[in-house]
């Protein structure tokens, strides 16, 4: 594959249990556009960093990064609103850029598929970040459904009980969180957090993720689609990686990092005491 000009990360559309389909149609809809791109798999190290283990999560980014530049590029396009944000703050020699601003200043346009109305639901990731919030917003109507503002969206959107890793401490306290969106959602939910979406689904709200409403043909199906069990997660990173190396079999993508030594579960319940 030749020099790139922009990377693609695709990590929260498969580590969260969801779809490599998106990805794999995210990024061929990209590549209609930007001749020069190019795709890695791996974490921001959002998650090690948000249950403590800053110095592992260090690790983490300096090899995304590392890979990236690989692939000689000079941008990093995120779908995930915490790895955009964490990447922003953390990469020195690279830009992060938004799939969604990316999406919708490119002027791309998607079959309007029906006139339902949807809740917006903006991960509490995306506070401050109202260019995210605008690009997301400009997609849902270019592609004809209606959205329904709640009370909290925005800057002032609620957690979706996933942040911080509240389900590890107090996962009754998360539930809580979870429970305050659904109760004040009117419509079925929009995100663009896949995290954000399992969590919602899992407790019986229905809620897709934005790029299934862009790309899947049965959109409305994916909103009452319960997350799948966690192990989904480890196959379908064996998915894209077999569809990455199929796009050129001369890339070569290795992690050098070793897995977390010890056990992390039994650190965090000693930790927590």
Do not use: N
């Given at each position: 594959m030749k020099i790139r000009e922009r990377g693609m990360s695709g990590e929260n559309l498969w580590e969260d249990f969801f779809k490599p389909d998106?990805?794999?149609?995210?990024?061929?809809?990209?590549k209609t556009q930007h001749a020069n791109l190019g795709i890695a798999l791996g974490c921001c190290g959002g998650p090690s960093q948000l249950i403590g283990k800053t110095d592992y999560a260090n690790q983490i980014t300096a090899q995304l990064e590392q890979d990236i530049k690989c692939l000689g590029a000079s941008e990093i396009i995120v779908a995930c609103p915490y790895c955009y944000k964490r990447l922003s703050e953390r990469l020195t020699d690279l830009k992060p850029v938004s799939l969604y601003m990316v999406l919708s200043e490119a002027g791309a346009k998607f079959p309007e598929k029906g006139n339902s109305t949807y809740s917006i639901h903006d991960p509490c990731s995306a506070r401050g970040q109202p260019e995210i919030q605008d690009a997301v917003r400009s997609l849902i109507s270019k592609a004809g459904y209606t959205i329904d503002?709640?009370?909290?969206?925005r800057d002032n959107t609620h957690c979706c009980g996933m942040g911080g890793m509240v389900f590890l401490v107090n996962a009754d306290v998360g539930a809580a969180k979870t429970?305050?969106?659904?109760?004040?959602?009117l419509h079925d939910l929009v995100t663009y957090c896949a995290t954000c979406r399992d969590i919602?689904?899992?407790?019986?709200?229905k809620c897709i993720h934005l790029l299934d409403l862009l790309f899947n043909k049965n959109a409305a199906e994916q909103a009452a689609k319960v997350p799948n069990a966690p192990e989904v997660a480890t196959r379908n990173l064996k998915v894209l990686n077999r569809w990455?190396?199929?796009?050129?079999?001369e890339i070569k993508h290795e992690s050098v990092l070793n897995p977390w030594p010890g056990n992390l579960t039994e650190e965090?319940?000693?930790?927590?005491?």
């Open positions: 998106l990805v794999q149609a995210t990024y061929l809809h990209l503002e709640q009370p909290h969206t429970e305050r969106t659904v109760r004040e959602s919602f689904s899992g407790q019986g709200k990455v190396r199929g796009l050129a079999k965090i319940k000693h930790e927590s005491k």
